[in-house]
T-cell receptor
């Protein structure tokens, strides 16, 4: 079956530090890959996505590249801000099924200190 | 435009009771999905409905059921509640059923506590 493995948290960084959150996946087909963010007390928001190999998703300074050869989709940001503190979820969607369902990783809590 | 709206936002139920959670998708969205998010974990897929038909079901017991109405809103029902059903229940909507280009949007969820 499909699965997503995320770097375990929590992760604590100082403002303006470089961020990497690792994500690897297992899928039977050619999935689409996503990063969702969950701010305290809120629902999930799509941060970025990539639908095919070598695609780079980017948004709000965050980037992730779909690497089929390493089955990875690591999230990076060059300079984090306090407002980036949240839980980040890597997810995949397998287009081969009849349903459009997301398979999520367990989430990585990020805290950015001023 | 309103996003995905869910109700109630918080509720407390006793073991053995039944609960109904409600979801209104973004206007124009015909696909609605439900996810369960236990504290400290990622969301787990429960159901997807598209055009009032069930398109997919996750690994949840028959105590969980759902339906979609002609206006595309949806209800999630859980019978015979267990303590382990305590979680954040998320509703998500998208334009179409399986098109990978369509973004899936989530509501803020309904917090269910079973005591």
């Amino acid at each position: 079956g499909n699965s997503v493995t995320q770097m375990e948290g929590p992760v604590t960084l100082s403002e303006e530090a470089f961020l990497t959150i690792n994500c690897t996946y297992t899928a039977t087909g050619y999935p689409s890959l996503f990063w969702y963010v969950q701010y305290p007390g809120e629902g999930l928001q799509l941060l970025l996505k990539a639908t095919k190999a070598d695609d780079k998703g980017s948004n709000k300074g965050f980037e992730a590249t779909y690497r089929k050869e390493t089955t990875s989709f690591h999230l990076e940001k060059g300079s984090v801000q306090v407002s980036d503190s949240a839980v980040y979820f890597c997810a995949l969607s397998d287009p081969s099924g009849s349903a459009r369902q997301l398979t999520f990783g367990s989430g990585t809590q990020l805290t950015v200190l001023p | 435009d309103a996003g995905v709206t869910q109700s109630p936002t918080h509720l407390i139920k006793t073991r053995g009771q039944h609960v109904t959670l409600r979801c209104s998708p973004i206007s124009g969205h015909k696909s609605v999905s439900w996810y369960q998010q236990v504290l400290g974990q990622g969301p787990q897929f429960i159901f997807q409905y598209y055009e009032k038909e069930e398109r997919g079901r996750g690994n949840f017991p028959d105590r969980f059921s759902a339906r979609q109405f002609p206006n595309y809103s949806s209800e999630l029902n859980v019978n015979a509640l267990l303590l382990g059903d305590s979680a954040l229940y998320l509703c998500a909507s998208s334009l179409a059923s399986t098109n990978q280009e369509n973004t899936i949007y989530f509501g803020e969820g309904s917090w269910l506590t079973v005591v």
